[in-house]
């Protein structure tokens, strides 16, 4: 059993540790407290959860991130008396800071679960301070040493960290965030490295429409933080479309794996010369001169070509990583439209 499994202990130490159960008595209990708003006779500005109770929020956030099959619009009543906004669109960044939280502490385990908890609510604190959040609403510690974060994910919330290519209108609306957000990721790794002096890697889920999709976002940051973990360096932060090879052998999820290679070749959407040549180039076992040959080009037209795929791509058709990616992404580009 996690520390998050006693966020309140006074009245849970009769539930298992199934994380189903604790959803259930968050779900539960967060239904008491809508009740008691509904027969508060008070002005809005002040029905908000009481700030003694945070567990409710993890609970809610836990509850949120790990089930989709929500009844909407009881989840955005819920979100607002815990004082959040889904108005905005939202990615969940995944931090994980199990080497800081979970650390050992002195006592036994209830002394160590309260230990754990306030050291997930420093790091908690540190985010707030990092995107100048007015308060902590939007994030939660959700056990084993991680916390998540629901990002605003709009171009807006996102400036900072924006460039002018971000926002180009290539590919899915679902990955063009992610430059930004990673962007983000990045600086707030350094402030959680600064600030702790320890471990830390996050990672990053694309925005998905509705309260719904928040599960799937937390789904993606999931699959990228733990292929991150595997097959990159240490302490950094992943995000699917940067994980290279892995993201197309570590993924169980068919759509996802074509959203990704939908997403790689979308710069090359208007080339169709550039995906031929591609195309081309692979079945002549990346061979200069066969290709050359079967293309009917010159080799210094057809190294333009490679070069200039390269500059778009951001991968380079001759390097062997960068080339099994861009074959993997046009098998299942071809594979979808066929098989639709």
């Not at 510690?141 to 807006?156: C, F, Q, R, T, W």
């Not at 951001?314 to 439209?337: K, N």
Request: with cysteine; aromatic share 8%.
């Amino acid at each position: 059993m996690t520390a998050f499994h006693s966020l309140d202990r006074a009245t849970e130490r009769s539930v298992s540790a199934s994380p189903l159960l604790g959803s259930l008595v968050a779900e539960q209990r967060i239904e008491d407290v809508i009740t008691g708003f509904r027969r508060d006779r008070a002005p809005a500005a002040r029905r908000q959860v009481p700030a003694h109770q945070p567990e409710l929020k993890h609970r809610f956030i836990y509850s949120l991130l790990h089930t989709t099959n929500h009844d909407e619009p009881a989840i955005l009543r819920e979100a607002s008396l815990l004082g959040m906004d889904f108005t905005p669109p939202r990615a969940v960044l995944l931090i994980d800071a199990a080497v800081y939280i979970l650390a050992p502490g002195a006592g036994g385990y209830d002394a160590a679960a309260e230990h754990q908890l306030q050291r997930a609510q420093q790091v908690i604190r540190a985010i707030v301070r990092f995107f100048r959040l007015p308060n902590d609403t939007i994030c939660a510690y959700i056990g084993n040493g991680e916390v998540v974060v629901l990002k605003a994910s709009d171009s807006k919330n996102l400036i900072m960290w924006a460039h002018k290519e971000d926002w180009s209108g290539q590919g899915s609306p679902l990955w063009m965030n992610l430059r930004a957000l990673e962007r983000a990721g990045e600086e707030l790794l350094g402030h959680l490295r600064h600030e702790f002096n320890d471990a830390v890697c996050i990672g990053i889920g694309r925005h998905h429409a509705g309260v719904r999709g928040l599960a799937r976002s937390y789904q993606d940051a999931q699959a990228a933080l733990s292929l991150g973990r595997h097959f990159c360096s240490a302490g950094g932060v992943y995000c699917l479309d940067r994980l290279g090879i892995a993201a197309f052998i570590g993924i169980s999820d068919d759509q996802t794996k074509a959203d990704l290679a939908t997403f790689l070749l979308s710069p090359l959407d208007h080339e169709p010369e550039l995906l031929h040549t591609l195309n081309v180039f692979f079945a002549e076992d990346c061979l200069p001169s066969a290709t050359a040959q079967r293309l009917n080009i010159h080799r210094n037209t057809l190294s333009y070509r490679l070069e200039k795929t390269a500059s778009l791509l951001g991968l380079h058709p001759r390097r062997f990583d960068d080339a099994v990616q861009i074959r993997l992404a046009l098998m299942l580009r071809q594979y979808r439209a066929t098989s639709s």
